[in-house]
């Protein structure tokens, strides 16, 4: 793999700010207006609004459109970022197949980003938020946990103890319980992990009006939600939520390959899986379709340092907005730094073999919409 440092520093950055301003230089100098949603809950730590930015690139009355979005799990935008400013920086747009677009949502979650955290500005975890509120389900296994976070300090010790009570909790309970008690998501604990809200918060509620303002000429849509930590290292990760051998199953299929779909598959089988609520790409997938637009999404996980470091992320997290008294201080600086880079990891090899991955997947992505 050859290293183009050039490029990895005019699209990677190390702040929502650098982010953002990156991702507008890209769109100004392309000639791509762009629309800034401002969140109105909160300011970056320099006062700065809070902005989802959009743009669109090809027709304006496409049928066929590929929607990337990044930053759904604030603090792991600048990667699916960093796709997308290449992407426009190497003028992809200009060889557009005909009739097709491409819609990117920049930090969908500004307030994460911005403020170094997975979570948005009510602690949600946006990607357990997308549904109605109709019915909130309790989760007994992540209640079951859930006092196994709360430590006082986390050193490297602290987290491998309680790695090591998780464990014991899935050796115990089976695989289900296991995965139900970290990644399902829960609505009881506000200060949990994956707390999935208790109303649509502001993101989600600004997906729906992207979808409901740019989707009227359009009839095939593959969306993209780019996200960090699962999988091998620097390596595409894919997880995808339609049904097995539903139509949109075998549509992710011929897109992205049978293969990395089914690589994922674990999260489809309900022997080992959860029942997932609120996921974006199954609310997308449902209210496209309620459109009568054909849909088919996935998530791409961009692998980092392996589940265990990425669950100790999850508890880190937590632990610098709810537990830690100073965050400023030594012992939270270190353990926000470890954080940052277990979503965001630093090193070029990485950084390099995500952007070729992720090129060769909107290209993959596009010329699988037209067929
Ligand atoms: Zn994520």
């Known amino acids: 793999m050859i ?16 982010g953002r301003r990156k991702f507008l230089e890209a769109c100004d100098n392309a000639g791509v207006r762009v629309d800034s949603r401002v969140n109105p809950h909160g300011l970056t730590s320099e006062d700065k609004p809070l902005s989802c930015d959009v743009a669109w690139f090809g027709p304006d009355n496409a049928t066929h459109l590929c929607m990337a979005i990044c930053g759904t799990h604030g603090l792991e935008a600048a990667s699916g970022s960093a796709t997308m400013i290449q992407w426009i920086l190497e003028k992809q747009y200009q060889h557009l197949p005909k009739g097709t677009a491409v819609l990117f949502v920049h930090a969908n979650n500004p307030y994460g980003w911005a403020h170094n955290s997975r979570t948005n500005e009510n602690n949600v975890d946006l990607n357990r938020n997308f549904f109605d509120h109709q019915d909130h389900p309790d989760n007994a296994h992540y209640m079951a946990q859930h006092p196994i976070l709360l430590t006082e300090k986390m050193t490297e010790g602290d987290c491998a103890t309680i790695g090591e009570k998780l464990a014991a909790y899935e050796q115990q309970h089976g695989k289900v319980a296991g995965l139900a008690s970290i990644v399902q998501g829960q609505y009881q604990q506000p200060d949990g992990l994956m707390f999935g809200g208790t109303e649509a918060e502001w ?10 303002t740019y989707v009227s000429t359009v009839k095939k849509v593959a969306v993209i939600d780019w996200h960090t930590g699962l999988g091998p290292f620097g390596e595409p990760f894919l997880i995808c939520h339609h049904p097995k051998n539903s139509a949109a199953y075998w549509r992710a299929c011929a897109l992205w390959g049978k293969e990395r779909i089914e690589e994922g598959g674990a999260f489809q089988n309900p022997d080992v899986a959860p029942e997932f609520k609120g996921i974006i790409i199954h609310g ?29 992320g999850l508890m880190m997290d937590r632990w610098l907005r709810f537990t830690c008294d100073d965050p400023d201080a030594k012992d939270a600086t270190v353990v926000r730094t470890k954080m940052i880079e277990r979503f965001n990891p630093s090193q070029p090899e990485w950084r390099m073999s995500v952007l070729n991955h992720a090129q060769v997947i909107y290209k993959q992505t596009l010329a699988g919409l037209e067929v």
Do not use: H, Q
Not at 7 to 14: K, P, Q, S, W, Y
């Open 203 to 212: 993101s989600t509620t600004n997906l729906r009006n992207i979808i409901e």
């Open 284 to 312: 997308l997938s449902a209210l496209l379709e309620s459109m009568e637009v054909e849909a088919t999404g996935v998530i791409i996980e961009l692998g980092t340092y392996g589940n265990g470091a990425v669950y100790a």
């Open 3 to 18: 290293l183009n440092y050039r490029l990895l520093r005019d699209c990677f950055a190390e702040s929502y700010d650098e």
